[in-house]
């Protein structure tokens, strides 16, 4: 086994199966600058890479992904002082979702904890998903007076259908894993002590199998779900960006910042 260590992901190598840790656990492996940068590296390393036959992405510590790092403000700034969220988008994180969606190998996300925000996107543009029983789901975007982003407005849909997609985009509540798979948005919901074991005969699996053959099955079900992937993403990115530029998402912000319910006008 090897690994590859950048500042906030590792890569480690087991054979033909590649595993992307996130690696901000102090954060809940929260993303900003530094973390788009070297997750979009570590996904374009194991693309072009011809002896890694699947990938896995997962998190360390205690939780998968909890989104977006609110309290970052290294990343770039619109003249208004807003975050430049348009460029962030569609320079560094689009990047890494449709890398992901479109690499000619299995992609699995092991979700070890809560996957929030654009850490949901993450693990729902994975080809198979597969949960610990303690971990949950959460678009929390609306919670800070955001709409979803990250392609998370496109899986989740075609996951689980328009009527639990608007439930989850509007009312920002948590799934938890047992009926996250109950409904189709996951593969598999695995008691915590049984997960890793789990995951690792999954990926020694697709390791193993017809890599050409997964990749066309890909190119398959992409073409008939996913056409339209890059116009959405492009949508989420213009929309989000007039959203960044409320006063509600002001407001949301500070309240998560200062632990209290938030008090949207609806502007």
């Not at 500042?7 to 840790?21: P, Q």
Request: charged letters at 25%; glycine letters at 8%; one cysteine or more.
């Amino acid at each position: 086994m090897s690994s590859t260590q950048l500042e906030t992901v590792t890569i480690h190598r087991r054979g033909g199966a590649a595993t992307i840790e996130l690696s901000r656990p102090e954060t809940m492996n929260a993303w900003n600058k530094q973390f788009g940068l070297d997750l979009r590296a570590a996904v374009e390393e194991v693309a072009a890479d011809d002896d890694v036959r699947a990938v896995c992405i997962t998190g360390a510590g205690r939780g998968f992904s909890s989104g977006a790092d609110l309290k970052d403000i290294s990343d770039e700034q619109t003249p208004a002082g807003r975050p430049d969220v348009y460029r962030a988008l569609t320079e560094r994180y689009h990047p890494i979702i449709t890398g992901l969606r479109t690499m000619p190998k299995p992609v699995v996300a092991a979700v070890n904890g809560p996957a929030v925000g654009i850490g949901l996107s993450l693990a729902l543009c994975a080809d198979l998903v597969v949960a610990k029983e303690s971990a949950y789901f959460l678009l929390a975007f609306v919670n800070i007076g955001l709409a979803p982003d990250g392609g998370s407005s496109l899986f989740v849909p075609e996951r689980v259908g328009f009527t639990r997609a608007i439930e989850m985009a509007m009312l920002g509540e948590r799934i938890h894993a047992p009926q996250a798979a109950e409904w189709g948005l996951i593969n598999k919901s695995v008691p915590d002590d049984a997960f890793q074991g789990e995951v690792d005969a999954l990926m020694d699996r697709l390791a193993s199998g017809a890599t050409a053959a997964y990749a066309g099955v890909k190119r398959q079900l992409n073409a008939w779900l996913y056409a339209r992937m890059d116009d959405q993403l492009e949508l989420e990115a213009t929309v989000q960006n007039d959203m960044a530029h409320s006063d509600d998402f002001v407001e949301g912000v500070m309240a998560f910042l200062q632990k209290r319910p938030a008090k949207f006008k609806g502007n």
